[in-house]
């Protein structure tokens, strides 16, 4: 096996890719997220990581000398999702805040060509604007000489009670690749079995009137607005009607649906602490991708 292998944390949230990755043995060297109390969350959690070194714990990832980033396996990027979600206006690659974050990593995986990258988005990236987006960034990976593989995985097939299905994009630099292995296909984790459902978070609610096969599995029917949302609204996951009352998540059963442990210290606001809880990716699904490069790096690579 190899040594323990390194990666850095793009746009990184609340930490997910960092707290799942390091719990398989892998070391984070360096880290960006622009957001404020982002960044205080993220502080509060991983204060033996490279957040110790300012220069290692950028906020905006344009002033970043790429050339100065440690030397690392894996570049691993929750990149936001707001331009191209559903639930957004889906301006993608016309979005000059975010859509255009993609070609920091882009221009990272030129400059430092690591093994491996690990990306998460939205499932519809892989729709949008007639799947041009997509293509545009198939492309794009393809030329710099990385093999590419995605696969659509829905929390709730991974031991957590939510649908939140997410696209998973892979890819290994070929020039790092044994010969033989250069065109092998990345093999994504199998399924977990689901455990705990929301009646469990919730301590005991039983819904009595769940809808479908999805439902009954997860334990909840419909999904409401969070504060002054409608009931409706899409964007919006805090709420549950469970026994036909409206019972609203608080950030330490958000903490459980999103696979953080119970532990994991959020020193913000409850509607700041939803907010990072919604934007951030499923642990449990990282951490099995995880293992799944892990593998790959440790079997195929030079």
Same mark, same amino acid.
């Not at 930490?15 to 390091?22: D, I, S, V």
């Not at 997410?166 to 977990?192: D, Q, S």
């Not at 805090?238 to 442990?261: A, E, H, S």
């Not at 951030?280 to 790096?297: L, T």
């Given at each position: 096996?190899?040594?323990?292998?390194?990666?850095?944390?793009?746009?990184?949230?609340?930490?997910?890719?960092? %707290?799942? %990755?390091?719990?398989?043995?892998?070391?984070?060297?360096?880290?960006?997220?622009?957001?404020?109390?982002?960044?205080?969350?993220? $502080?509060?959690?991983?204060?033996?990581?490279?957040?110790?070194?300012? /220069?290692?714990?950028?906020?905006?990832?344009?002033?970043?000398?790429?050339?100065?980033?440690? !030397?690392?396996?894996?570049?691993?990027?929750?990149?936001?999702?707001?331009? *191209? $979600?559903?639930?957004?206006?889906?301006?993608? *690659? +016309? =979005?000059?805040? =975010?859509?255009?974050?993609?070609?920091?990593?882009?221009?990272?995986?030129?400059?430092?060509?690591?093994?491996?990258?690990?990306?998460?988005?939205?499932?519809?990236?892989?729709?949008?604007?007639?799947?041009?987006?997509?293509?545009?960034?198939?492309?794009?990976?393809?030329? %710099?000489?990385?093999?590419?593989?995605?696969?659509?995985?829905?929390?709730?097939?991974?031991?957590?009670?939510?649908?939140?299905?997410?696209?998973?994009?892979?890819?290994?630099? +070929?020039?790092? %690749?044994?010969?033989?292995?250069? /065109?092998?296909?990345?093999?994504?984790?199998?399924?977990?079995?689901?455990?705990?459902?929301?009646?469990?978070?919730?301590?005991?609610?039983?819904? !009595? /009137?769940?809808?479908?096969? /999805?439902?009954?599995?997860?334990?909840?029917?419909?999904?409401?607005?969070?504060?002054? $949302?409608?009931?409706?609204?899409?964007?919006?996951? =805090?709420?549950?009607?469970?026994?036909?009352?409206?019972?609203?998540?608080?950030?330490?059963?958000?903490?459980?649906?999103?696979?953080?442990?119970?532990?994991?210290?959020?020193?913000?606001?409850?509607?700041?602490?939803?907010?990072?809880?919604?934007?951030?990716?499923?642990?449990?699904?990282?951490?099995?991708?995880? !293992?799944?490069?892990?593998?790959?790096?440790?079997?195929?690579?030079?």
């Amino acid at each position: 096996m190899n040594k323990k292998l390194k990666f850095i944390d793009l746009f990184a949230g609340i930490g997910g890719f960092h %707290l799942a %990755l390091k719990s398989i043995g892998m070391k984070c060297v360096f880290t960006s997220e622009i957001d404020e109390n982002a960044r205080k969350t993220y $502080s509060a959690n991983f204060k033996d990581s490279c957040i110790n070194n300012p /220069e290692f714990f950028a906020d905006d990832i344009w002033k970043v000398n790429f050339k100065k980033i440690p !030397k690392f396996d894996i570049l691993c990027a929750g990149f936001p999702c707001q331009p *191209f $979600s559903q639930a957004g206006h889906k301006r993608g *690659f +016309k =979005d000059n805040k =975010d859509g255009n974050l993609f070609f920091s990593i882009e221009e990272i995986l030129r400059i430092k060509k690591p093994k491996a990258f690990f990306l998460e988005n939205v499932r519809h990236l892989k729709n949008h604007d007639k799947g041009r987006t997509f293509k545009k960034i198939y492309k794009t990976l393809q030329n %710099l000489n990385y093999t590419f593989d995605f696969e659509v995985i829905k929390a709730s097939d991974f031991g957590l009670p939510q649908h939140r299905p997410r696209i998973y994009i892979v890819g290994f630099h +070929k020039p790092k %690749l044994k010969n033989m292995y250069k /065109e092998l296909a990345f093999t994504f984790p199998r399924e977990i079995p689901l455990k705990k459902t929301m009646s469990d978070i919730f301590g005991g609610f039983v819904s !009595k /009137e769940i809808n479908s096969k /999805e439902e009954r599995k997860i334990g909840f029917t419909l999904r409401v607005g969070g504060g002054r $949302s409608p009931i409706n609204d899409r964007r919006n996951w =805090d709420g549950y009607i469970v026994k036909n009352k409206v019972v609203r998540i608080k950030p330490t059963q958000g903490l459980q649906m999103m696979g953080f442990p119970k532990n994991f210290k959020m020193p913000v606001s409850d509607n700041q602490a939803m907010k990072q809880l919604g934007n951030s990716v499923a642990v449990n699904v990282v951490k099995e991708i995880g !293992k799944e490069i892990q593998y790959h790096i440790d079997n195929y690579s030079k």
